[in-house]
């Protein structure tokens, strides 16, 4: 439909606008989208069909590729492995976020500002830098190859984007809320987890999901925390598999394909709960 007394030249760089913005639209979801597809069809190949075609789909799918993984790896002791980890890091980084950034925007104290300001600054610092400070400290409380140990590594790492993320949530949030509840004779304690938990959930979600992918696939920190193989996680044990002679694209593709759908599901799951967090502006 035409606007009234719009020019041609301004109707023409509008459907060039939409033009533009569909082609780099389309670009950014194939970059996105084609290592999941590569690696996908990669896992149903068999090592002679990778070396002819790498990107065109499987001539003659196999599922010989996941029966060699269920036979090497104890699968499930993996995904347990991954699951607990992974759970036990976004609940506890949730929890201590929420609080610490509800301390930093609502709660008036002096040097508060300067808080915030050192957790984010933390996001800046390169991982390899402390791994050693990280692993003596760990090796120390006698965490190595503990749950716990990995645990508690996710919750700090993951502590200065939680409480970036909420923090920015929270701000929006009236104060007026704030002085009800006080009125109504609550603790902070209370009014985090009845009033300022409630209204945030699409930010706590977001966070979550953001920190769910992030903990899933990381490699270092189970690398230098969880070394032993029965307890290290699925995508340690999966990217690690090689040898001096050979590297079975193949094999290795099946792999990272079992450890992607977890993942995957709650993405799909989730994905309005992350799209309403990370686009949500104030409370109205």
Excluded at 66 to 81: G, K, S, Y
Aim: aromatic content about 10%; charged content about 15%.
């Amino acid at each position: 439909m035409r606007r009234a007394g719009e020019a041609p030249a301004q109707r023409l760089r509008r459907r060039v606008s939409r033009v533009v913005i569909t082609i780099l639209l389309v670009f950014g979801a194939f970059v996105a989208l084609f290592p999941i597809y590569y690696t996908a069809a990669t896992a149903f190949k068999t090592q002679k069909d990778y070396a002819l075609s790498r990107f065109a789909p499987p001539r003659e799918p196999t599922l010989e590729n996941f029966r060699l993984q269920f036979r090497r790896f104890a699968v499930a002791r993996l995904i347990l492995n991954s699951v607990v980890t992974t759970a036990g890091g976004v609940v506890l980084c949730t929890i201590v976020a929420i609080m610490v950034a509800y301390a930093v925007t609502k709660v008036r104290f002096p040097g508060r500002n300067l808080v915030f300001a050192f957790l984010v600054g933390t996001l800046v610092i390169p991982f390899p830098t402390i791994m050693i400070p990280v692993y003596q400290t760990v090796l120390e409380l006698k965490l190595v190859d503990n749950y716990l140990g990995l645990i508690l590594a996710y919750a700090a790492f993951g502590l200065p984007l939680g409480v970036y993320l909420l923090g920015a949530y929270f701000r929006g949030i009236p104060d007026e809320i704030m002085e009800a509840a006080r009125m109504d004779g609550t603790s902070h304690w209370q009014t985090i987890w009845r009033v300022m938990f409630p209204i945030s959930r699409p930010g706590v979600a977001a966070l979550g999901i953001i920190n769910s992918v992030w903990m899933w696939n990381d490699l270092l920190l189970p690398l230098l925390i969880m070394p032993a193989a029965q307890r290290t996680t699925l995508m340690v044990a999966v990217t690690s598999q090689r040898n001096n002679l050979e590297v079975n694209i193949p094999i290795i593709s099946a792999g990272l394909t079992i450890a992607m759908i977890p993942i995957l599901l709650v993405y799909l799951l989730f994905q309005r709960q992350l799209i309403k967090g990370m686009t949500a502006g104030a409370v109205k």
